[in-house]
């Protein structure tokens, strides 16, 4: 029980020039860093390692207070029974960079003005440029009925390492009726997930001979099932095909595990609800800003990072910059958005350490690997207008088992190993697998 209370509050984890930089106040503090990165996920490793070869190890801190760090995307293998939780954690230990601080507390609150940071243990750290990279915020709680209703079966979440195993628990046991899958009325990180298993689910019902006994039931909050067109159409041939049901434009409010009821609230006719009764309940949480930085100096009026969408620096504290799902850049909240975002910050942080105006931009690249099967997968890869930026030379909306191999087996490799290290990243991702010779 007490794991699900901690799902009340689940943590992910303009240009000026730099001489007029606030980077003046290290006295007061207990600790002072050239570089300070807050948060130990995705972006806040990758960039720890890419500051120690820009600036030394021993200037470089990193604010994290998880001991274990978890590979999130490959969870919805995991929510369908293809991976095992394990395979996507590592120590934080093993994945800090040797010789950076690693200040293990959580950030209470940060200053800008004095530019300070304080930690929930007390500690006041300082610092001439900081790196923010404190993730999305889940609100399971924004739900009636959530967390508790995950103490009962029959639902699970692949956006939580606490509840991913129940997606899978609830799927081998089901019998029949029908298996509701969930996206809210906020942005979410990696917006793909909430359909992904669906896809998975329906493949696993066939292969058991269930299938006939199910209606797999996709409630979005969105008006479209998909934000870019190309793949989009093929998403929906495969619901048509499939006979999935897709219903536009719903939001779950509630949930009644007692009942195995799911209410949704339709957003086109407001007071208007619709009530689900569920075998298996797949729920994709409402997510937020982060609440250190929400209602602070560095959010903008929603309360996300507010960053320059072109080199990272946030609009109002030149020494200061952003990194991944905390940020307001106007693109989909992905892994693969934050490798692109690492290389273009490295570049904008070293250029405004030597007295130079940032001269790469951001393009907002991002990418979805849409799994449809267990074999299959739809390469969704553009940019901040929508427009697709595939890597490879063929049709990426299409089907194919080679994306899934990438999705399921190379991408974590490089994560861990290539990510994480500093050693992979900008525009493109995808394309260290051609470098590899996987065409």
Same mark, same amino acid.
């Given at each position: ?30 600790? @002072? ?116 209703? #995950?103490?009962?079966?029959?639902i699970g979440s692949n956006y939580s390492v606490q509840t991913v195993e129940k997606t ?14 969930? #996206? ?52 929906? &041939?495969?619901?048509?095909?499939? &006979? ?55 959010? /903008?009026?929603?309360?996300?990072? &507010?960053?320059?969408? /072109? ?9 200061? #910059? ?40 951001? /393009? ?17 890869? #553009? ?51 051609? @470098?590899?010779?996987?065409?």
């Amino acid at each position: 029980m007490a794991s699900l209370r901690r799902l009340r509050l689940c943590h992910p984890t303009g240009i000026a020039a730099a001489a007029h930089l606030h980077t003046g106040s290290r006295a007061s503090a207990k600790q @002072h860093y050239k570089m300070l990165v807050l948060g130990g996920g995705s972006g806040g490793i990758t960039m720890g390692a890419r500051m120690k070869r820009l600036v030394g190890a021993e200037n470089v801190a990193v604010v994290e207070p998880s001991e274990v760090h978890y590979y999130q995307p490959i969870w919805t293998l995991v929510g369908a029974g293809a991976k095992s939780v394990t395979s996507s954690a590592r120590s934080t230990a093993s994945v800090m960079p040797s010789g950076v601080k690693w200040v293990k507390s959580k950030v209470q609150e940060i200053n800008p003005d004095k530019n300070t940071v304080l930690t929930d243990d007390g500690t006041e750290i300082s610092y001439e440029y900081l790196i923010v990279a404190l993730g999305i915020q889940l609100h399971y709680e924004r739900i009636k009925g959530l967390p508790e209703a #995950f103490e009962h079966p029959k639902i699970g979440s692949n956006y939580s390492v606490q509840t991913v195993e129940k997606t899978w628990k609830a799927l081998q046991n089901f019998k029949e009726g029908n298996a509701v899958f969930t #996206f809210p009325n906020t942005p979410v990180k990696c917006a793909g997930a909430p359909q992904k298993i669906m896809y998975l689910s329906d493949a696993y019902l066939r292969k058991t001979g269930k299938r006939a006994k199910a209606n797999v039931i996709y409630n979005t909050s969105l008006p479209v099932l998909f934000g870019i067109k190309k793949y989009a159409d093929t998403l929906w &041939d495969i619901v048509k095909t499939r &006979d999935l049901q897709v219903n536009l434009r719903q939001n779950l409010i509630e949930v009644r595990p007692d009942k195995q009821e799911a209410v949704f609230e339709n957003l086109d006719k407001p007071g208007e609800t619709k009530v689900f009764e569920y075998e298996m309940l797949h729920v994709t949480p409402p997510m937020g800003p982060s609440l250190v930085i929400k209602g602070g100096p560095l959010a /903008d009026d929603i309360g996300w990072l &507010d960053v320059d969408k /072109d080199t990272l620096q946030h609009n109002r504290y030149p020494n200061v #910059f952003g990194i991944g799902d905390c940020t307001n850049l106007p693109t989909a909240k992905t892994g693969a958005a934050v490798a692109a975002q690492s290389a273009i910050l490295h570049r904008t942080i070293s250029r405004i350490l030597k007295n130079q105006k940032p001269d790469k931009k951001y /393009d907002g690249y991002t990418s979805c690997p849409l799994v449809t099967s267990y074999s299959t997968v739809v390469l969704a890869e #553009f940019d901040y207008d929508g427009q697709p930026l595939e890597t490879f030379p063929i049709n990426q909306a299409k089907e194919r088992r080679l994306m899934y191999l990438m999705k399921a087996d190379v991408m974590p490799h490089l994560y861990w190993h290539g990510l994480l290290r500093g050693l992979w990243g900008g525009p493109g991702p995808y394309r260290k697998i051609l @470098h590899l010779g996987m065409k």
